[in-house]
């Protein structure tokens, strides 16, 4: 009689696809509270303990982990030496191993779970059990998934064996997920220690979703999202209308997000390529999003809208006028949600506590051969903002400033930004050369610049900026500062009379 060993925390579809086995003529062995909901089923059950001839013990830290059971999975069964020492030990074969495991993941999810809770769902005997059975899969089918249990008994009626690449693939699925469970594991400790560059790291994410394509419709993508700390991230997001998110959207959304962050009061964000193309800060949100698109109507075509408050039927109206891809926000009201499913392409986020921002989570990307990591930038400023000129920004100079450096902190290096009345004028990110980006963002702003301020993400290498922002009329500027040619900058701007603020903190995104 061919045996299966049954052992899992997740007893989904357990009692049924035990019965069918039965039926097939198989013996069932299991442990604890699986063989109990065995023997409440009627389905005649051998305990561990009968197997092991030893007690399971230590509140059932230790009741799988023996000869009978390992020998019983690894043993390979057409080498004759090892067959001999089975006979010889009195070792019988396990040919299906069912195990899932003690709940960690879920566990270091719960907020109130205390460390002592934690360690107690780190699964030992289970991982030993899936893993040896992996290793000897072309003996032993090996099950850590529910789903697989239809296609198992399918197989098994066929021809009373899983096929060969069934029992491969089952295996390598289990690597997958014990991998998956040690990663959960490691984290836990690498996060309670502090411990943020380990001589290994070895990371672990849910697939979220399967995209249409990449970056281009040649190249495949897939969306994946961390574990924990996704709270106010686009992965803990709600899609309440439109197509999927593409591989664009994504990256697109995130950018605004980011970016949407920086700001308190009502707010909105307009991202094209992840970069603001248009902010508006204002009293209402219908009046931030007027702002934000008199700030680019142009780039804002076919963007991304971040809002950090209600989409009502004001902003709605207007926001339906305009070809856009996503909109992001905590909510909707149901008059702005009429208005706004009417546009069938158009995707609606609804992602809570969208302005949440104290993470601690590190940032990566790939590279050729490597990975890149580093700490999330959280800072916006280096400590007192320090003012270099004889002229003093007014009042209302240095709100625009701000509101202008935390605009330029996520657009990309070399990045420039120019706001007036909290609302971008010209942003002008990712050029090779500061002044292209001055000029870009100039040329961008036109007649709007006379009277604005200016943002730079890094600090001015040479004085022609200051002289290219005084022909523009711009009458304030903010930048990290740091130059060994500062004074120049400094002395350009006090003879045109422009108020220089330094930040001591510079902020490159590439």
């Not at 411990?195 to 672990?204: A, E, F, G, M, V």
């Not at 000029?439 to 900026?465: C, H, K, T, W, Y």
């Amino acid at each position: 009689m061919k045996r299966v060993l049954i052992s899992v925390f997740d007893k989904s579809d357990v009692v049924d696809f035990a019965k069918e086995l039965v039926e097939l003529g198989w013996e069932i062995i299991s442990t604890g509270g699986t063989s109990a909901k065995f023997k409440e089923a009627g389905i005649s059950v051998m305990d561990i303990s009968d197997l092991t001839k030893f007690p399971e013990c230590f509140d059932g830290r230790v009741k799988t982990l023996h000869p009978n059971v390992e020998g019983g999975i690894l043993a390979i069964r057409d080498n004759e030496n090892h067959k001999k020492q089975m006979h010889d030990l009195g070792i019988e074969p396990i040919d299906i191993v069912v195990c899932n495991l003690y709940p960690f993941k879920q566990t270091i999810l719960n907020a109130e779970a205390s460390h002592e809770e934690i360690i107690e769902n780190i699964d030992i005997g289970g991982p030993t059990m899936l893993r040896a059975a992996a290793k000897n899969y072309k003996f032993v089918s090996v099950i850590t998934d529910p789903a697989d249990y239809k296609k198992v008994i399918s197989e098994l009626k066929e021809s009373g064996e899983t096929r060969a690449a069934t029992k491969e693939y089952l295996a390598a699925k289990v690597f997958e997920h014990t991998a998956h469970y040690d990663a959960l594991i490691s984290g836990y400790f690498n996060s309670k220690l502090k411990i943020s560059d380990p001589q290994t790291l070895t990371l672990t994410f849910e697939k979220k979703q399967d995209l249409r394509y990449g970056e281009n419709p040649h190249q495949k993508a897939t969306f994946y999202s961390q574990i924990k700390g996704t709270e106010g991230t686009l992965t803990a997001a709600k899609k309440i209308h439109g197509k999927e998110l593409s591989y664009n959207n994504i990256g697109d959304t995130d950018g605004a997000l980011e970016t949407l962050k920086e700001f308190e009061e009502p707010t909105i964000v307009a991202a094209k390529h992840a970069n603001p193309c248009g902010i508006g800060s204002a009293d209402s949100i219908s009046e931030a999003f007027r702002k934000a698109y008199d700030a680019d109507p142009v780039s804002i075509f076919g963007g991304i809208v971040a809002s950090n408050r209600e989409i009502d039927k004001a902003t709605a109206e207007i926001m339906s006028s305009i070809f856009l891809e996503v909109i992001v926000a905590p909510s909707y009201s149901i008059e702005a949600i009429k208005i706004l499913t009417k546009k069938k392409n158009l995707r609606l986020l609804e992602l809570a506590n969208i302005s949440k921002s104290d993470y601690s989570a590190m940032k990566g990307k790939t590279v050729l051969g490597g990975f890149l990591i580093q700490e999330m930038d959280q800072k916006l400023l280096g400590g007192e903002l320090k003012i270099v000129t004889d002229r003093q920004p007014s009042e209302k100079e240095m709100e625009d400033l701000m509101f202008a450096w935390k605009t330029v902190k996520h657009a990309k290096s070399n990045g420039i930004a120019i706001a007036k009345d909290k609302t971008t004028c010209g942003v002008g990110p990712g050029q090779v050369s500061r002044i292209w980006a001055l000029e870009n963002a100039i040329r961008q702003g036109a007649d709007r610049i006379q009277g604005s301020v200016l943002a730079s993400d890094a600090f001015f290498p040479f004085a022609d900026s200051v002289e290219a922002a005084h022909a523009a009329g711009i009458t304030a500027i903010i930048q990290p500062g740091g130059s060994i040619r500062d004074q120049e900058s400094i002395d350009l701007a006090n003879k045109y009379g422009i108020a220089m603020v330094f930040t001591g903190m510079r902020h490159f995104k590439h």
